[in-house]
């Protein structure tokens, strides 16, 4: 086992590793920002270092700075997060060189998954089914239009070096299609300096689900169950659940199944998540793999009892799986909101500033992961989370009354939030019913 790991992030989730990191006895470096010197992580670490000034350029992605800082204080293993380095190849690549062990599949693999269109050819041949759409990457309007032509439209234009919902486009017709693919291209050149695009057929009102993989360096490979990540807004998660109203046993097992074929076509190692969409009538297709722990990891810990985290530092030292896909049962509901400081009034706008009150909410089943305090400022250099308030029920009703409570709970002074948000949402007869789909805010709540 390690004995010291760098954490190469900040907020919440860098405080989720030190956490694990403190369940199986392993030494911590949190590494910071000027702007990030009162910060939780760093208080809570056995050592920080300063990497740089507020710009995450300067800081967070200083490659060669977190490098030196893990060098310079003996870490064997650099743990990168969610965002951030966390799909950087070759960072990856780097600590490999640099005799440091990356928490996270290896180099090569997330340099694959990360292209989308090689993603999409790589698990198909394996089988597991893609949204219609191209074979490969589409460089002309022509060709747009053919494909388009042949799969029907709406159609969705998307960057095969895609995240974060960046350079993604809907095309109702032909007319809007030249549009579309141009804004697309010309978005994915400025989020992902890569203007490489591919085109999908629309599902209309999919679900959102995804399996949770853990894959060890022997080959063994299983998937935690699903989650349902349908609540989005602008192709973005607010709550997810775990597990989804929508699978049965049957679908269950097969898109498991499935997952896990996906995943072992990449070799994978670590923890990752494969992503599906669902129709209406019940068929699913692979989007995409992410290659890192999610926001979204904690509904799939209180329904299973695994700490997503512990199994992927274990993975990354060399261990074996802990667990065979027989040991692994979803007991109860979950569900997670994200806490952001955004104004949901003023279309989400972001409500930076110091929070002056800060309680936390409490009682049986109830999980907050924060780096907020009262006093605490909330920069506006990086993301507006300020808490993932988790839950967990017997039942999805319970979850649902016991989510309620927490956040009639939660008190965060100064800022506005996403909280009475989140309210309306668990009030909604739709998703009581778990009536949802991605376009569902937008649809049931004029968002
Ligand atoms: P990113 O990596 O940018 O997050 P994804 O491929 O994971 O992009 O898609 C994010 C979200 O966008 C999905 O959860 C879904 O809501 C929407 N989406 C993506 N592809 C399609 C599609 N073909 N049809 C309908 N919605 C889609």
Known sequence: MFAKILIANRGEIAIRIIRACRDLGIATVAVYSQADKTSMHVSMADQAICIGSAPASQSYLNISNIIAAAKNTGADAIHPGYGFLAENAYFAELCETNDIKFIGPKSNVIELMGDKVKARELVSSEGVPLVPGSAGAVESFARAAQI?????YPVMIKASAGGGGKGMRLAHSRNALEEALNMAKMEAKGAFGNDEVYIEKYIEEPRHIEFQILGDEFGNMIHLGERDCSLQRRNQKLLEEAPSCMLDAELREKMGATAVTAARAANYTSAGTIEFLVDRDKNYYFIEMNTRIQVEHPVTEMVTGIDI???QIRIAA??????????VNVNGWAIECRINAEDPDRNFMPSP????EYWCPGGPGVRVDSSAYSGYTISPYYDSMIAKLIVWGRTRAEAIE????????????NVQTTIPFHLQVLDNAFFQKGEVYTNFIQRRMGG
């Open 318 to 327: 060399g261990e074996k799986l802990s667990i065979a896909q027989s040991d």
């Open 148 to 152: 388009a032509d042949a799969i029907g």
């Open 402 to 413: 016991r989510m309620r409570r927490a956040l009639l709970e939660f008190q965060v002074g």
């Open 309 to 311: 985290v512990k199994e």
């Open 353 to 356: 500033g110091q929070i002056t």
